[in-house]
């Protein structure tokens, strides 16, 4: 009988994230003060985030062991299913075999509590009394929320304008979580009501909203701000996610031949793919790896890599990355949460440096292989992963001529039960592809990479 889940035992759970940090070949640029252009210290992120995350985020330990009381909320959905996708393989016609590691599971129907739940325990146990954040497409506010919820901490989301309009539900979901919700731009926020007063009808962005959420956390004692991406802490904690998949693979005698994942900021992407990684760069497997963004926010294939605010007002330390510019507001697709204007500067250093690839993917494609997973599979994928379904259905098409039986390994990183809308436009034919080269967004792009910090 062929097995299509792929289940651990909770005992089976990792008990430790591992650091990509301690591996790499060649370190990665330090992140920058603003004001001083010198390496930032724990100082410098003192006001926004825990001493624990400070730690994290600049440690070189291989492992970090994931305290009890997160375990315990883990342990809600984790350890998360691997599956073989044996009615998509078949509706293909491909001799290729497709895994996908599904965290659609978790109480916010994504991969984010992996990192949502440890920043609400590191702040609970600060004392800190609220966390304010950002979100695109609304997964990483209602992560938040839940994991406020659990450690009794306060927390306040600035959602995107357009996700906030295209996804009223998410908005009822963080709600439900006990977060309060601002779409954004907004008028709370000298950063917002900057933005409004220069382009009224503002869509919005992420780089947008993360400088509402930081100029409010900045301003009280008691709050903090926690971030859904990008930063080295939270890829470290989504590898939860690359650890399982590594015992679940082994488990039915599978190494992968090519990895594929979505990227937007990196967090669902680098949770999947370091642990991989590291076995790679030990001699143990070699496994291709590819990284899919979308064409209207194509920042690893066509950015600079360059230092560069993490948000629109410029008040983050600078980082080295491959971006867009931090003032770029990319076209409003449906996939909300890849709408950010850089990378993480860990995905950007691996990209850099030859250890990964990258390609990007229109929105129509991505849907149309959303729809093709959903009836063959059975699941309805969020926008953002249907970018690395597209990858891998695109992989497995070429298997099938020529034969070739490739072990891919993609990761569903969510749910699309709240993105219904978006399916509904996909399917009326009213989705439209946002085309990289047209000269509005070409002129957008280079005024904005003109804007990039200058460093003596």
Same mark, same amino acid.
């Given at each position: 009988?062929?097995?299509? #889940? ?69 342990? &809600?959905?984790?350890?998360?299913? @691997? ?8 509706? &293909? ?21 992996? =990192? ?63 977060? =309060?919700?601002?779409? *954004? ?7 917002? $009501?900057?933005? &409004? ?5 503002? *869509? ?46 082994? $488990? ?6 090519? %990895? ?17 990684? #590291?076995?790679?760069?030990?001699? $143990? ?38 971006? @867009? ?54 699941? %309805? ?22 034969? !070739? !039986?490739?072990?891919i390994l993609t990761a569903l990183c969510g749910h699309g039960h709240l993105d219904l809308p978006a399916y509904a436009s996909y399917l009326a034919g009213s ?17 904005? %990479?003109?804007? @990039?910090?200058?460093?003596?």
């Amino acid at each position: 009988m062929r097995q299509h #889940r792929i289940q651990l035992a909770e005992s089976e759970m990792p008990t430790r994230w591992y650091n990509v940090l301690h591996d790499l070949p060649t370190p990665p640029p330090p992140v920058l003060h603003p004001g001083t252009g010198q390496p930032v210290g724990p100082d410098d992120l003192a006001p926004l985030f825990p001493m624990a995350l400070i730690e994290q985020e600049v440690t070189n330990a291989q492992y970090v062991e994931i305290p009890g009381e997160v375990l315990d909320v883990y342990r &809600l959905w984790r350890p998360s299913p @691997l599956y073989r996708a044996y009615q998509l393989e078949k509706a &293909l016609g491909t001799p290729a075999r497709i895994y996908y590691k599904y965290e659609g599971v978790s109480p916010a129907g994504s991969h984010k509590p992996n =990192t949502s739940v440890p920043q609400a325990f590191y702040n609970a146990r600060a004392g800190i009394r609220r966390l304010t954040t950002e979100t695109g497409a609304g997964q990483w506010g209602t992560a938040l929320a839940f994991a406020c919820a659990q450690f009794g901490l306060e927390c306040e989301v600035w959602q995107v304008r357009a996700s906030y309009d295209q996804k009223p539900y998410r908005r009822m979901m963080i709600e439900t979580f006990g977060g =309060t919700v601002h779409p *954004s731009p907004s008028t709370l926020t000298a950063a917002g $009501r900057a933005i &409004l007063a220069e382009h009224p009808d503002s *869509s919005g962005s992420l780089g947008i909203a993360i400088s509402e959420a930081v100029e409010v956390a900045a301003q009280h004692a008691d709050t903090n701000y926690a971030l859904g991406s990008v930063l080295n802490h939270v890829l470290l904690h989504q590898t939860v996610i690359g650890e399982e998949a590594l015992l679940q693979l082994a $488990r039915v005698g599978e190494t992968p031949d090519l %990895l594929v994942g979505c990227t937007g900021g990196g967090s669902n992407f680098g949770g999947l793919m370091f642990p991989f990684l #590291r076995e790679r760069w030990a001699g $143990r497997m070699s496994p291709t790896i590819r990284a899919v963004e979308p064409t209207a926010c194509p920042s690893l294939t066509q950015g600079t890599y360059a230092y560069d605010f993490g948000d629109t007002a410029g008040t983050t330390p600078l980082m080295k990355m491959h971006t @867009l510019g931090h003032d770029f507001v990319p076209d409003p697709i449906h996939a909300g949460g890849l709408r950010y204007h850089g990378m993480s500067p860990l995905v950007s250093h691996l990209y850099e440096t030859g250890e990964m690839e990258a390609i990007a993917k229109p929105q129509s494609e991505c849907f149309a292989a959303g729809v093709l997973f959903a009836r063959t599979e059975g699941i %309805l994928p969020a926008p953002e992963p249907t970018h690395a379904l597209a990858a891998a259905i695109e992989e497995a098409r070429r298997c099938a001529e020529t034969g !070739e !039986e490739k072990v891919i390994l993609t990761a569903l990183c969510g749910h699309g039960h709240l993105d219904l809308p978006a399916y509904a436009s996909y399917l009326a034919g009213s989705v439209t592809d946002h085309e990289w080269g047209d000269s509005d967004t070409q002129a957008a792009l280079q005024a904005s %990479l003109a804007r @990039l910090p200058q460093l003596s």
